[in-house]
């Protein structure tokens, strides 16, 4: 497979100054493809402007994660890359209007980054526009996020959100609050625009 860069940082140079309709899409190596390229679009296509955030401002190999054919575990396959905008040591959260934490192999490793947790933390502190997918749900789990929040995830991952205090249920949106999130890719469809609502509201406030 041929890989195709996407970033903005291509195109105007780097990262303009943050404007209330920027919005984080957190993103590592080995970050599931259709889970950051799919909120990516949609919050271009509602006017808003995604900022693809990293440990470091670089090129990222993301991953397609799928069920073959007589596989009882997800089989990871090479996907497209996607250049980060911004490193999360640079990264005032305020200056955000929403944050989106992408699924994939890259969280397991990214919920030790002491700068994303920072962030993290922030945005719960805000009560800012949140969505999560699958893995994503480590990293505010990690950051001591979760605790009494509803939210779905992939069933592989339901630990490591109940350890944490969570509430996971089985469903493709599931609202709590400020927080948004849904299980695999599967379903985009269902809890994306729920997300993007939110970011919707926040930005007219």
């Known amino acids: 497979?041929?890989?195709?860069?996407?970033?903005?940082?291509?195109?105007?140079?780097?990262?303009?100054?943050?404007?209330?309709?920027?919005?984080?899409?957190?993103?590592?190596?080995?970050?599931?493809?259709?889970?950051?390229?799919?909120?990516?679009?949609?919050?271009?296509?509602?006017?808003?402007?995604?900022?693809?955030?990293?440990?470091?401002?670089?090129r990222y190999h993301m991953v397609l994660h799928e069920l073959a054919a007589g596989w009882e575990v997800t089989r990871e396959f090479e996907g497209y890359t996607i250049d980060a905008d911004v490193a999360f040591a640079e990264i005032e959260p305020d200056d955000y209007l929403g944050i989106f934490f992408s699924g994939g192999r890259a969280p397991e490793y990214l919920r030790y980054d002491e700068h994303l947790l920072r962030i993290t933390r922030r945005f719960f502190e805000r009560s800012a526009p949140i969505a999560s997918v699958c893995h994503g749900v480590e990293i505010p789990a990690a950051a001591g996020c979760v605790a009494g929040r509803r939210m779905a995830t992939v069933p592989k991952c339901r630990f490591d959100l109940e350890v944490c205090g969570g509430v996971f249920v089985d469903a493709p949106c599931v609202v709590d609050g400020n927080l948004v999130s849904g299980r695999t890719y599967h379903d985009h469809g269902h809890y994306v625009g729920a997300w993007i609502a939110l970011l919707e509201a926040a930005r007219s406030e």
């Open 1 to 58: 497979m041929q890989l195709v860069p996407v970033s903005r940082a291509a195109f105007d140079g780097g990262v303009s100054a943050a404007t209330k309709s920027e919005v984080l899409i957190v993103v590592g190596d080995a970050t599931e493809t259709v889970d950051t390229l799919y909120p990516y679009y949609r919050l271009q296509e509602a006017g808003f402007q995604p900022v693809v955030a990293a440990p470091q401002r670089k």
